[in-house]
């Protein structure tokens, strides 16, 4: 009885002890310790850095959850106008915020990976396409079935190279995401993720070996203007997404001279890869004139491409004295209607137009020219008609007057 | 007769037209303590009840020295009857005001330690205010004093 009797006394003792541990705590303090323990808990979310590292986050959570419940009520009048359940219901939202970045970030990490994998097979079969089409153009001897194999070749190279341009784009623009791009000044963290995709995904190497492939594939084939739209479109969207990139990743290699090196060679690539749009169009146009036997002087822009033109316009108007007719007519029509006016002006001015590689007022001067031409090879015979017009007034005059005698002699008969 | 009677209406109607308007079951406790920083200037501000005073006054009834409120905080409450409590870190007393036109007006002094209190800390216990220092020791305080010495 008496031992039953000191246990209860020491029950006892523990529980005012207890009780009157738990009264002397200051409320403020509490509200102050719940403040603080949510500031850390949002800073831990912000700092994550890893899936592990939230669900961390996610426990403590619902630590300070069931360690303030009980203050739920002195929180929500002494928070005002905050409450206890808003504010870690903040915090859960800030978490499942977080955990949604994480998880687009996890989502790049394996499509980038995916993407890199997509390029290495791709470029390998771009090598192989590339490699038949020089053996082919070696071998090429006009004949249909040699004709069809080498488009068949030149239009599989070109989607091969246009889905690998696509996902070297992809790679790159991944690289950054756009929350990213928009801080002005990349945090160290940001810069060593940056640097270990570049150099994990050869990123620099892909964009080098994009570029000099699409210009080797201008040089290989001769294209149509819609075919030069069609890459140009392509280049202008790879250069802007490079324009975007580019230059945070100059930030980021700003103390590795070699990247920096790698970096300003790729923007000499991209303005490289625009001439040889150019270089290509004046070489198909030159293409189109010679194969309709009409051979021009070299030409690489506007100026020397008019001056080309009216070049031979003036020596084969210099020949038509000399020349037979039949053949001075012949060059003529191969120039004028058989190449300018069914090929380069309707499918070729406009692109150069557009593109501003040719003005207006040039190609209105070689039409003129094109027409003084013209006129040298059919002289106008305006005499000719006038005479013929006297001969037919002089002949309508002597006919009514007949038809007028003819008239009074049958009243006279009459009468 | 009559002319009494009209005088005691009369009365009446005069003493229900100047009577104040009074509402009952005013609750003025603030939920929590507010521990607030003394500026250079010897004044606290309390943002959340928009209250600003000087302490000079409080600092010197204290310490006998108005210059002592340099680097003090003072931990403030007001109870449900809308008395302030008012004391700081090695104060030996805790001052009850009530609000005045534009002043706050010394109610009551309760005497705690002779020695000063430490780390004091308010709590609001509904019908009283509860006063702790560094040693969980807890005083329940009324305007009136500590309750169960009065």
Redesign the interface.
């Known amino acids: 009885m008496k031992k039953r009797n000191f246990k209860s006394y020491i029950f006892y003792l523990l529980l005012i002890g207890l009780s ?2 738990t ?7 509490t ?1 102050q310790k719940f403040k603080k323990e949510c500031v850390e808990i949002e800073q831990q979310i912000k700092e994550a850095n890893s899936v592990d590292e939230m669900n961390l986050i996610l426990e403590n959570i619902e630590q300070l959850r069931t360690n303030y419940s009980r203050h739920s009520e ?1 929180l929500d ?2 928070l ?1 106008p905050e409450k206890y359940d808003a504010m870690i219901g903040d915090l859960n939202i800030l978490l499942a915020l977080r955990e949604k970045d994480f998880k687009a970030v996890e989502d790049l990490k394996a499509e980038v990976s995916d993407l890199n994998n997509r390029v290495d097979t791709l470029s390998i079969i771009n090598n192989e396409l590339q490699s038949s089409l020089e053996e082919i153009q070696l071998l090429f001897d006009k004949t249909s079935r040699e004709t069809a194999s080498l488009n068949s070749i030149i239009s599989e190279l070109k989607i091969a190279l246009h889905k690998r341009d696509v996902l070297v784009m992809n790679m790159v623009d991944s690289l950054m995401p756009p929350v990213m791009r928009e801080k002005p000044m990349l945090s160290s963290e940001d810069e060593e993720q940056i640097m270990s995709d570049v150099e994990k995904d050869n990123i620099l190497v892909n964009v080098k070996k994009t570029i000099r492939d699409n210009m080797k594939y201008l040089d290989l084939t001769s294209l149509q203007p819609e075919d030069l739209t069609e890459i140009q479109e392509q280049q202008l969207e790879f250069a802007d997404t490079w324009a975007r990139i580019g230059p945070r990743l100059a930030e980021v290699y700003s103390e590795d001279k070699n990247r920096a090196k790698e970096l300003y060679e790729i923007d000499s690539l991209f303005s490289l890869w625009t001439t040889a749009i150019e270089v290509e169009a004046w070489q198909s146009i030159k293409e189109e004139f010679a194969a309709k036997g009409v051979m021009l002087d070299n030409f690489s822009d506007g100026k020397a491409f008019v001056n080309s033109i009216n070049q031979y316009i003036e020596s084969e108007k210099k020949t038509i004295e000399v020349v037979p007719e039949e053949e001075a007519k012949h060059s003529f029509e191969q120039f004028a209607d058989q190449t300018w006016k069914a090929e380069i002006e309707p499918k070729w001015t406009p692109f150069l137009i557009e593109n501003g590689m040719l003005a207006e007022n040039s190609k209105d001067a070689i039409e003129e020219n094109i027409d003084i031409w013209r006129s040298e090879i059919y002289p106008s015979k305006w005499w000719l008609w006038v005479i013929i017009s006297g001969f037919l007034f002089s002949g309508l005059v002597v006919l009514i007057r007949l038809l007028k005698n003819g008239s009074q002699y049958y009243e006279q008969v009459v009468e | 007769m009559k002319r009494s009677l009209l005088f005691i209406i009369a009365g009446l109607l005069a003493y229900s037209g100047c009577s104040s308007l009074t509402l009952q079951s005013a609750n003025f406790s603030w939920p929590v303590e507010s521990v607030l920083p003394v500026n250079s200037d010897g004044n606290v501000v309390e943002q959340r009840y928009s209250i600003e005073f000087n302490t000079l006054p409080l600092f010197f009834e204290e310490y006998q020295d108005s210059s002592a409120y340099a680097g003090k905080e003072v931990r403030l409450i007001r109870d449900q009857q809308g008395y302030y409590y008012m004391t700081a870190n090695e104060f030996k007393n805790v001052y009850v005001f009530q609000a005045g036109e534009g002043e706050l007006i010394l109610e009551n002094k309760i005497s705690i330690y002779e020695t000063g209190i430490l780390r004091p800390a308010f709590n609001q216990r509904g019908t009283y205010i509860e006063l702790i220092d560094a040693n969980n020791k807890s005083f329940s305080l009324t305007h009136n004093g500590i309750e169960g010495e009065m």
């Open positions: 009157s541990f009264a002397a705590q200051s409320d403020y303090a509200v002195l009048k002494a005002y």
